[in-house]
C-alpha cells in the first residue's frame, strides 16, 4: 500500500468537538495523573453514569460519523438507508451509553435564568472552579483532578464535563453549564432520563447543523449512531450497494479498523494504526 499524504489544502475540515478523549484522559490517567480515584468512581456509580467508565475510547471515527448526522433525519429521529428509515430509539442511547432513563425530565436554564436556586447553584460553583464567568472544558478538568475525595461539587463537575464533551456540547470550547439547573440535588441525577435528554440532543445539533449545510460544528453526541444495531445495518447498506464507490471504500475501512481494534483492546484505540493513517493508505 502507498501512503498519501494530503496537501494543506485537502485537509478535512473539523466535524466536532464531543469527543470522548476528554474523558478518556481522566480515567486511564497519565505520567504526572493517575486517574480517577475510587471516590470518584464510587460517586459516578451513585449518579448512575458508572457506565461511562468502561468507555475507553479517546478517539471517535469522524469520516463515518460525518456521513451518519448527514443522513440523519431529525424530524423521525431515524438513519436514512436504502433498506428504509431506521428509528433511533432510547435503548440505542442506553446501550451506547448507559446512561439513567429514570422518571424526572432533564431540564436546562434558559439563557437568562432568575431563579435564586440557580444562580445560587451556578455561583457556588464557578467559585469552585475559580472561575468569573466563562467556564472552559479544561477548568472543569482542572477541578475534577483535585477533588480526589469526590463530592456534592464533583458529581456536577463531572455531569457538566460528560454533557459538554459527549452529549450536548458548544461549538468552541467553552462548557455547557446550563445543565446545573437540573443538578441542584445531585442525588436526583440517577432518577432522570438521561437517555431521553441525549436522543432530543442529538435531533436538536441534527437540525441546526443541516440548517447550517453541514459547514458548522456538530455539537450533539455522535457517539449514539455508533451502535452495535446501526453499524449492523449501516453494513447491510453498504453490502446492498447504497453507496458510491468512494463512500463504499472509506466506509468499509472505517468499520475494517473498528473490528481491528475491538479485537485488540480499546485502550489501544490510540496506537499508530489510526483511522487517520488508515484513510491515507491508497487501495
Not at 445539533?205 to 449492523?232: M, T, Y
Request: proline letters at 3%.
Amino acid at each position: 500500500m502507498q501512503v498519501i499524504v494530503r496537501r494543506e489544502s485537502e485537509k478535512v475540515k473539523t466535524f466536532s468537538r464531543m469527543s470522548p478523549a476528554t474523558l478518556y484522559k481522566l480515567l486511564v490517567g497519565n505520567r504526572n495523573f493517575k486517574g480517577l480515584t475510587e471516590k470518584q468512581k464510587d460517586d459516578v456509580h451513585a449518579i448512575g453514569f458508572g457506565r461511562l467508565l468502561d468507555l475507553l475510547i479517546e478517539e471517535l471515527p469522524w469520516d463515518l460519523c460525518r456521513w451518519l448526522v448527514k443522513f440523519f433525519d431529525h424530524f423521525h429521529s431515524s438513519l436514512l438507508l436504502d433498506t428504509g428509515k431506521m428509528k433511533i430509539t432510547l435503548d440505542d442511547v442506553y446501550v451506547s451509553l448507559g446512561l439513567p432513563r429514570g422518571a424526572k425530565k432533564v431540564i436546562e436554564a434558559k439563557a437568562r435564568d432568575p431563579s435564586v436556586e440557580y444562580t445560587k447553584i451556578v455561583s457556588d460553583w464557578f467559585h469552585n472552579l475559580g472561575v468569573n464567568n466563562t467556564v472552559k472544558v479544561g477548568d472543569i478538568v482542572k477541578n475534577i483532578k483535585v477533588l480526589v475525595d469526590g463530592g456534592e461539587i464533583f458529581k456536577r463537575s463531572f455531569v457538566v464535563l460528560v454533557v459538554s464533551t459527549l452529549l450536548n456540547g458548544n461549538k468552541n470550547a467553552k462548557a455547557n453549564y446550563k445543565i446545573l439547573k437540573s443538578l441542584g440535588d445531585v442525588n436526583d441525577v440517577k432518577d432522570m432520563n438521561w437517555c431521553q435528554y441525549t436522543l432530543e440532543a442529538l435531533c436538536d445539533c441534527s437540525r441546526e447543523w443541516h440548517a447550517e449545510n453541514g459547514d458548522g460544528l456538530f455539537k450533539g453526541p455522535p457517539i449514539v449512531l455508533l451502535g452495535g444495531r446501526i453499524q449492523a445495518s449501516i453494513k447491510k447498506s453498504f453490502i446492498g450497494g447504497m453507496f458510491s464507490p468512494k463512500d463504499k471504500h472509506t466506509i468499509f475501512r472505517i468499520l475494517v479498523l473498528e473490528r481491528m481494534l475491538e479485537t485488540i483492546n480499546p485502550r489501544c484505540i490510540h496506537t499508530k494504526l489510526t483511522l487517520e493513517c488508515l484513510l491515507k493508505l491508497k487501495p
